[in-house]
């Protein structure tokens, strides 16, 4: 595979589009906002217009957009991925989505002699700077090899979780996680601030120990600074949560501490505050 289409290059996706670049593939991207493509195209990628002309000239297509509405889109109908593909070529989907759906693109990408990954990633905007994504991968084991040396160009921990719509459900661990730990960051850093503490030396403290987390390590600095750029937005961390919530609901699990992450960071939302990461939670706290 020579020639790499990705859709979709947004706060993560850019950097992993320009590892690609770096790593001497051939490029084709398309955005909806052509601005926010514009370094990409300055290192050497090839811009289009709408997505089936990425997609018929690619060996490989990614995509990484936001809501599982944006990957029906692109991936269905008739100038969607599926029907424009090359056949033969390899479709990969970065984009956090229902597990069901990822099902639905393999379906239709067997049909049309295509394979397909779903490949929902972690480590927000620094861990897509850095190469050193968690992908967790759903889909056909010689899919996953063939798409194993890219997926290592963007990532450390690449791991083919079982059939498609796996690395889906992966991610959904993934954010139950990361939901109640996220509550824990913030009230631990505005105790600190309560007490009297210098939180920057309490954080160089209670990472070291049992309390460490990749939260704790990235976005508890960011909150320290009030830094709420958003290396995750919070409308896209509410998208995850609203998935694994419905998805253990289908499966008679009872998650409190998802459900009330996730109307915590509904609230902010409500408040016109959706394009903020997720570390802007500590705003919360404060308007209390």
């Known amino acids: 595979m020579k020639t790499i289409g990705f859709i979709g290059t947004g706060v993560m996706g850019k950097s992993m589009a320009h590892h690609l670049i770096e790593a001497g593939y051939e490029v084709h991207i398309y ?55 090359k056949k033969g070529s390899l479709l990969i989907d970065f984009t956090t989505s229902k597990p069901a759906l990822s099902k639905q693109i393999e379906q239709a990408a067997h049909k049309r002699g295509l394979q397909s990954l779903d490949a929902p990633v972690s480590g927000g905007d620094i861990g897509a700077k850095n190469k050193a994504l968690t992908i967790m991968v759903g889909g056909e084991e ?64 209670i990472s070291q120990g049992a309390a460490g987390s990749w939260s704790l390590d990235n976005l508890a600095p960011r909150m320290i600074k009030q830094d709420t750029a958003p290396g995750f937005y919070i409308k896209h961390f509410i998208k995850d949560m609203t998935i694994a919530k419905e998805a253990a609901e289908e499966m008679g699990l009872d998650a409190p501490g998802l459900s009330l992450a996730l109307s915590m960071y509904q609230q902010l939302a409500a408040e016109g505050l959706e394009d903020l990461g997720t570390q802007a939670l500590y705003l919360l706290y404060n308007n209390a």
Not at 32 to 52: F, M, N, P, Q
Not at 69 to 82: C, L, N, P, T, W
Request: charged share 20%.
């Open 31 to 85: 955005n909806r906002t052509k601005s926010k493509a514009e370094d990409l195209i300055e290192r050497g990628a090839y811009w289009h217009d709408d997505v089936k002309s990425v997609s018929v000239v690619s060996d490989c297509v990614m995509t990484m957009v936001g809501y599982p509405s944006d990957v029906e889109a692109i991936y269905f109908g008739e100038d969607g991925i599926i029907e424009q593909a």
């Open 142 to 205: 010689a899919a996953f090899n063939r798409a194993k040396p890219l997926l290592e160009l963007l990532g450390k921990n690449i791991i083919l979780q079982g059939q498609s719509g796996s690395g889906q459900h992966t991610k959904m661990c993934n954010q139950i996680t990361i939901a109640s730990n996220m509550i824990g960051v913030t009230e631990a850093m505005l105790y600190a601030n309560k007490a009297g503490l210098d939180p920057t030396r309490v954080l160089e403290c």
